[in-house]
């Protein structure tokens, strides 16, 4: 009677250590699962949406796409790719893309600044001028505005 008891403690115990041991293998492999991907989102009650999904690489690109779509009104979609970085006199992040920005039918390239502070992303909006090539830049940096806020939300 003395050895069961031996055996199912010494049981228990192998059972104990092995659900710990594979606990902790579970929780290294979601250590191990990289996050470098965000998503925004903004929608109003008049019908207007925009969507932001951005991958952040290795190398500190960054790519990705955004669609804004405003109410009865030529909706621009496209992928991108650029930087994210600290642009001068600001304190918060700011991604400086390129975008191939698809409207009726119509692809053009066009420089695309998107701010970012706590779960939000403001893309930027201004008046537009071909740089020479056919990709379309900020005319004036100084005056681009940012009248949307995009909320971050979960990846789909």
């Keep these: 009677m003395k050895n069961s008891k031996y055996i199912l403690l010494a049981v228990a ?3 104990v250590i092995l659900a710990g041991l594979t606990k902790d293998k579970k929780e290294v492999v979601n250590e191990q699962e990289p996050k470098n991907e965000v998503c925004y989102i903004w929608n109003t009650e008049a019908g207007d949406s925009a969507s932001l999904r951005m991958s952040f690489e290795e190398n500190g690109n960054v790519s990705g796409t955004f669609n804004f779509e405003p109410y009865q009104k030529d909706a621009k979609k496209g992928a991108f790719d ?4 600290i642009l001068e006199g600001e304190s918060l992040p700011t991604a400086q ?4 920005a698809n409207g009726e039918g119509v ?3 066009e420089e695309l600044y998107v701010k970012f502070s706590d779960g939000i992303a403001s893309p930027g909006f201004g008046e537009m001028k071909d740089r020479g090539d056919g990709v379309y ?10 009248p949307i806020n995009l909320q971050q939300t979960d990846c789909q």
Excluded: C, F, H, R
């Design 97 to 100: 893309l390129l975008w191939q």
């Design 137 to 146: 830049v900020y005319a004036s940096p100084e005056n681009i505005s940012y």
């Design 82 to 85: 650029g930087v994210v970085m």
């Design 107 to 109: 692809i053009n390239t």
């Design 13 to 15: 115990v192998v059972i």
